[in-house]
């Protein structure tokens, strides 16, 4: 899908959303929900959306919306860095297709770097154990 298009109202994030199929939550208000990706490039891996907003990408974004996403971006950066102890931490967000989005529903990615570990393609990993996610939601929720 490139740039130019209709939001999906059955876009897997909103499904999510909806609570039509399962997500592992780390946390929500009533704007924005944070939960564990589950194809994660890294360990503690989060994805960053709107509730609210039909908004595909960055470009269809509100001003407003963009505020309350970036806010609640920080505050999980600073919880898997509290939680997990990373090295680093990496923050992406694709555009359309081609610059590599897969869901087009506006998200951020939330990915702790670790000394030595590579990072996994975006993508192309495997799913990662629900238990697993689960336990590391518990511990980056936490220290929120
Ligand atoms: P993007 O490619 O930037 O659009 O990112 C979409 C992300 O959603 C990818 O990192 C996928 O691993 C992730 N993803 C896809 N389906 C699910 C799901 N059901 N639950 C959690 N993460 C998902």
């Not at 951020?108 to 993508?123: A, C, D, K, M």
Request: proline share 3%; hydrophobic share 45%; aromatic share 6%.
């Amino acid at each position: 899908m490139s740039l130019d298009g209709r939001y999906d109202a059955d876009n897997i994030f909103a499904k999510i959303i909806r609570g039509e199929i399962p997500c592992v939550k780390v946390f929500e208000d009533d704007q924005v929900l944070v939960f564990m990706d589950v194809f994660p490039q890294a360990r503690g891996h989060m994805l960053v959306i709107s509730k609210t907003s039909q908004a595909r990408n960055l470009l269809e974004a509100e001003a407003k919306t963009l505020g309350r996403l970036i806010g609640a971006t920080q505050k999980a950066a600073a919880a898997v860095v509290a939680a997990l102890k990373p090295d680093g931490v990496v923050v992406t967000q694709f555009n359309g297709a081609p610059a590599g989005q897969t869901v087009f529903h506006l998200h951020f990615h939330v990915i702790p770097r670790y000394e030595g570990e590579g990072l996994g393609r975006h993508g192309e990993g495997g799913m990662a154990n629900v238990e697993d996610l689960k336990a590391l939601a518990a511990k980056i929720s936490a220290a929120l």
